[in-house]
């Protein structure tokens, strides 16, 4: 695994649990159904635009928030990073799959995370994001329970626009 995946992993966990931490966390602005944030520590920037699901299936299936993000690193040169967590752990050597109309994208996954495979992909993949009014994401636990959380793409412009403006 790539060492900016398990970084990117690490981050996430510490944004989870903040209030332990000496990082700072600051939202940049609620549109619609996203949310874009600055995570500041040691002088180091993350932002990033972050949704959850309007709809979660199936439904008697219990697991932890899931959530989409858009990510941007400026010390590690990282931009547009396309990364999702399901609230389980992803099945190993399964697909995980990003849906938008006819359009589908290929995930990886680690963990309890999942990330584009292509990088020429997420460029793609948000310009579809842009104009779509959902995105599926189609994932596996490691039991083999099939999950589809459907993401509002409602707001996902400005979420995004907000979080790259603050981090390049």
């Known amino acids: 695994m790539p060492i900016k995946k398990i970084i990117l992993t690490i981050i996430f ?4 649990n ?12 609620k549109f619609k159904d996203w949310e874009s944030f600055v995570l500041s520590k040691e002088g180091n920037k993350t932002c990033f635009a972050q949704s959850i699901p309007v709809v979660k299936a199936p439904k008697k299936f219990k697991r932890d928030p899931s959530r ?3 990510s941007f690193r400026p010390a590690e040169n990282i931009k547009n990073e396309f990364s999702v967590t399901n609230g389980y752990e992803f099945k ?11 359009k589908s994208y290929d995930l990886f996954s680690k963990g309890r995370f999942a990330w584009i495979v292509d990088g020429e992909d997420e460029i793609k993949l948000i310009a579809t994001m842009k104009k779509a009014s959902r995105l ?4 596996n636990s490691e039991k ?6 459907h993401y509002s793409m409602m707001g996902f412009t400005k979420a995004y626009s907000s979080a790259k403006k603050n981090c390049t």
Do not use: R
């Open 13 to 16: 966990s510490f944004i989870f």
């Open 136 to 139: 599926m994401i189609i994932g």
């Open 92 to 102: 190993l050597k399964t697909p995980v799959a990003a849906k938008s109309g006819k």
């Open 18 to 29: 903040i209030a332990n931490s000496t990082e700072e966390l600051k939202s940049l602005g």
């Open 144 to 149: 083999g329970i099939q999950t589809t959380d």
């Open 68 to 70: 989409l993000f858009i």
